[in-house]
């Protein structure tokens, strides 16, 4: 099969999402299958095929743009600026996917609502689609509605998002997703229909994983400190701001503790004063961007990631095989990946005492420490085979091909008569 799996964000900033597509393509691809990947670029200038390195920037596309979507001619897309800015992606986005061709794609797999509603628009009738959610969008935009992206028109963007999710979400042949929790959304609010959604966990490497924990940099534990860690994003829906207040807790009652935030984000530099203002300087350090992150995982004692939204992060699969116990919150998808006081512990999203009362009771118990992480590393080293999650997709690639020609010889049939 000739297979597209592309995203509406920009790679490589996607992160788990980007970690997935590579992956997923290089297991693919073992297999005997051709596959492209696509999505945004660098700051979004420009919309590429990575491994074909052919792309279109936006600079090209914007006059045109810019000239059709006035705001006399459509005001109501001015009135919020998320959304013209939303607006003008999704153009850009189909406008040069349809400059670089999906004619010779057997399958397209999109991997978020946004790429599969406009995928859903420009592809050939023959392709099928399917889809791979990794969160949900409308409900992050509206959590962001109320802080950094509030206004007077706040409402219509909410609207607009719902849609959006709806429309993306309704627009494949095979919608997947990686837990109960996000079906439930999916079908309780946005009203795609439960026979179209299959609840796929999504795989992992973890073979290429255990070889890369042993990859040493210069990084060194600090001696007589247990080491906590964070990885991910530094934005507001990671909760990491809730860490770094647990921690000024946890400091009043221990301090044989280090922890280490690895990632960068919007919110980096509001989380380095308030780990200033509450005295945690030499116990919170910020390594910003790295590409050891397996061999930080091997030197820590704890992993933490307490999102305030989340689906299935790739941090806490990563963080099992590892072999690490995990405090996350119930927040999402997270409590469907990580049982409590088996594989780690589930504090209240936003608890700052709950998820201080946990890293004191795992740091004081080294015994009950390690039973968790070992724990979650045998779980997670057979709940993330990446070989079943493959087998498991190309049968819905194979079974989507499959209906969709039907459907055309049906249509095809139809018109004869």
Known sequence: MKILLATYWSIPHVGGVWNYMQQLGKKLEELGHEVDLLGYGDDNNYVHIVNEDRKITKDKLLPLLNAKLTEQTYPAMHANALVQYTEIQRYVYELSVAYLGLEKYDVIHT?????????????????????????????????????IHQSPTSNMAKVYYDELERAGATAAEVTIVANN??????????????????????????????????EKSSIRRPANKKVIIFTGRLVELKGVHHLIAALGKLKEIRDDWVCWIVGTGDKQGELRVQSKVLGLDENVLFFGKRGDIPYLLSLADIFVLPSLLDNQP????????????????????????????????????GDEQALCDHLEQLLKNEKYRKKLGSNAKKWGMTYWSIDKAVNHLIELYQSAIANKRKDDENVSTENIL
């Open 181 to 214: 929790w996000l079906k439930n959304i999916l079908t309780n609010e946005f009203s795609v229909p439960d026979e179209q959604i299959k609840v796929l966990h999504y795989g992992f490497d973890t073979k290429s994983f255990l070889k890369k924990l042993k």
């Open 314 to 349: 790739l941090s806490v699969i990563e963080a099992q095989i590892a072999g690490l116990p995990v405090i996350v919150s119930d927040a999402g998808g997270l409590p469907e990946i990580v049982e409590h006081e088996v594989t780690g512990l589930i504090s209240p999203a």
């Open 111 to 147: 991997q978020d609502v946004i790429s599969t509603a406009c995928m859903e628009r420009i592809k050939p009738e023959r392709i099928p689609l399917v889809a791979t959610l990794h969160g949900c969008v409308a409900h992050e935009i509206r959590h962001q509605l109320t802080t």
